[in-house]
């Protein structure tokens, strides 16, 4: 993992900008101890840690410019050779080329221009604000809000994260830090700061390409991402789970005869044990299984962060770059077009995006709660018409495949936001191949009932690898089934743990009395709420799971 921060001003870095620059070192250093590498010019300062997870620091100092980039552009296998041909090419066409998760600050030091840059999908943004004159940003969230500027409460933004889980637009927590849209590069120079969008999604759904051809198609673009990621690994590690995904990346690997170290985390006696150790298994992959309590109270990336950063794994040593893991992550989404139900789907098919704003709520349980929020209908009519426009965005493409690249721009472009902030950590990067634009664009050049489901996901694997589907694995609900017989406990039928004890509650509660967002809520109401589910007299998680995302950021 990397991560860079910085401070620009145009007309020149004044005292009033070292408070800055000493705050975010101050920062820093509590959760750092690497070593970072700093340039100080006239209008601009620039911080740039890497952790080498993919190889070598990618950070590059000429006469005429200074540029680094966290994550991997995947123009080619080496990233510095990326960065070398983004900092001298840096157009339109050539970041169009780029399918990797990637982030990239370059500065000309001879025009005094200043360019950021995120990938096609946003993974990994950049977030900015500005401050006496200048212009700050940071990939990390965090650190923008650590840095004791004043900040007051975007009400549009929280609202979207308390009950969606991602933000749209380019909203945050606070009115004063923006985060940056997928496929968008910055350029900040004495005109003032200009956004461009180098890249068009909606481009992808012109094409119309034949069936078999298309499933040809992905199988080598898929094929071609892992070879740059992979590079001359002979030793990965991965996480394996019941589901298909994390399997189709094992079958990627497996193909290319590397020695595979593969994680489990699952609950004893579950579908999603079972089936992981099936298809290990199977394919010959040694599976180290890791128990939990509960699967769903830390993501995957925090726990392959917990249990293997300490390097006491016995394999820790043999992982090429112990660093990286493979992770299928955006593969239910991109290639499964989950959160697609039959009813979103029908009103989608309308082509009235307020109708399908109201099913896509309705399907998601979005909803403010009125008993504990100020104006939560005044709130929730905002946060539907916010929905509205995003969907308008598209332009005059079909509005079911508007829908599709909804969820890809809003829920997928923060769907890693919280591990890549937690950078110093982790320490720790992720090999994605789900989220190059070179595999959806096949998704999108196929009609919308053909791809929801997993319908396309599961003939594309009974084409290009019929080897993941020989033993069971676990099937979303109302999606193609798994006729294979299997053992274990459904993950959907799991009974977690109670999500809210106690001194969880307790903790939200005082937390919200110290914090500016509590005066969007009904203090009294939610005094009640937090007793009775405390006692165990009534369950209110969902007004919990609300409050808690409230004060998440």
């Known amino acids: ?171 945050t927590h606070y009115n004063e830090i923006s985060c940056i849209r997928p496929g968008t590069r910055l350029e900040a120079s004495s005109n003032g700061v200009t956004k461009t969008q180098y890249f068009d999604w909606s481009s992808l759904t012109k094409n119309n390409d034949n069936y078999e051809k298309t499933l040809h198609s992905l199988k080598q673009d898929l094929s071609n991402n892992v070879n740059k990621y992979i590079d001359n690994d002979n030793h990965v590690l991965t996480t394996l789970s019941g589901g298909l995904d994390s399997r189709l990346i094992a079958c990627l690997l497996k193909r290319r005869n590397v020695n595979i170290t593969a994680l489990n985390f699952s609950q004893h006696q579950t579908q999603d044990l079972y089936c992981a150790t099936a298809f290990a298994k199977s394919q010959k992959i040694e599976l180290d299984v890791i128990r939990v309590n509960d699967t769903q109270a830390k993501t995957i990336e925090d726990r392959l962060g917990e249990h293997w950063l300490n390097g006491k794994h016995p ?34 098919l309308t082509q009235e995006p307020e109708r399908l704003a109201d099913a896509y709520l309705s399907q998601q349980f979005a909803y403010i709660p009125k008993s504990i929020i100020h104006n939560a209908d005044k709130m929730q009519a905002r946060l539907k018409a916010n929905i509205v426009t995003s969907l308008k965005e598209f332009g005059d493409i079909p509005l079911e495949k508007a829908y599709y690249l909804f969820l890809l721009l809003n ?115 939610f005094s009640a709420v937090a007793l009775l589910h405390a006692c165990g007299i009534k369950s209110y998680n969902d007004k919990l799971k609300v409050i808690e995302n409230m004060l998440k950021w």
Request: glycine fraction near 6%; hydrophobic fraction near 35%; charged fraction near 20%.
């Open 1 to 171: 993992m990397a991560k860079f921060f910085g401070i620009y001003c145009a007309s020149g870095l004044t005292q009033h900008h070292d408070f800055i620059i000493n705050k975010f070192k101050a920062e820093d250093a509590k959760v750092n101890s690497g070593t970072i590498n700093e340039v100080h010019e006239q209008a601009l300062y620039l911080a740039s840690l890497d952790y080498e997870t993919f190889g070598p620091h990618a950070f590059l100092q000429t006469d005429s410019h200074i540029a680094t980039l966290v994550g991997h552009p995947l123009l080619s296998a080496n990233r510095n050779n990326d960065l070398n041909t983004l900092n001298s090419h840096y157009t339109n066409a050539m970041l169009t080329e780029c399918e990797g998760v990637f982030c990239m600050a370059r500065y000309n030091k001879v025009t005094n221009v200043l360019n950021l840059v995120t990938d096609s999908l946003g993974v990994r943004p950049f977030y900015y604000m500005y401050y006496e004159g200048a212009f700050i940003f940071s990939t990390q969230y965090s650190l923008l809000k650590n840095l004791g500027l004043p900040l007051t409460c975007n009400h549009e933004g929280m609202m979207e994260y308390a009950t969606l889980g991602y933000y749209l637009f380019e909203h």
């Open 411 to 525: 829920d997928q472009h923060h769907h890693l936001a919280i591990p890549f902030d937690k950078v110093d950590e982790y320490q720790m990067d992720f090999c994605l191949p789900f989220y190059s634009w070179k595999v959806l664009r096949h998704v999108l050049s196929q009609p919308t009932s053909q791809v929801r489901k997993h319908r396309f996901y599961h003939d594309f694997l009974r084409y290009a690898f019929p080897e993941a589907l020989d033993s069971p694995w676990q099937a979303y609900p109302g999606h193609v089934p798994c006729l294979l017989p299997k053992e274990g406990i459904d993950q959907w039928q799991i009974k977690r743990p109670k999500q809210f004890k106690p001194t969880k509650v307790y903790q939200i509660f005082t937390q919200l009395m110290t914090s500016q967002h509590k005066q969007l809520v009904n203090l009294a109401s």
């Open 315 to 348: 394999d820790h040593p043999k992982v090429t770059r112990p660093r990286l893991a493979w992770s299928g992550n955006g593969g239910s989404v991109g290639l499964g077009v989950i959160y697609y139900s039959d009813e979103v789907y029908e009103a989608a």
